[in-house]
């Protein structure tokens, strides 16, 4: 539903779990921004296939989320 809050608890979630070896996000880039900075602390791969806004992947090293959608200053 887009709700950062949300995204947080589910992310934390799985991010947990000792299986997972990374999560996909959503499309609503408030809640990937909130996922994002999450995934690059604890070192799990966020893949945000439609999450267009620039900061989402602009992190400096280590940094653990990838995008394959084009960005919103494209």
């Given amino acids: 539903r887009g709700l950062p809050a949300r995204a947080e608890d589910n992310f934390i ?3 947990n779990d000792e299986n997972i070896v990374g999560v996909f996000g959503g499309r609503f880039s408030p809640a990937s921004l909130t996922m ?3 995934a690059n602390a604890r070192q799990v ?3 945000v296939p439609w999450s267009a806004a620039d900061p989402v ?3 400096v090293a280590p940094n653990f989320v990838f ?3 084009m960005t919103d200053s494209w």
């Fill in 67 to 69: 995008r394959v959608s």
């Fill in 36 to 38: 994002a900075s999450i």
């Fill in 13 to 15: 979630e799985f991010a």
């Fill in 57 to 59: 992947t602009q992190h």
């Fill in 45 to 47: 791969l966020l893949l």
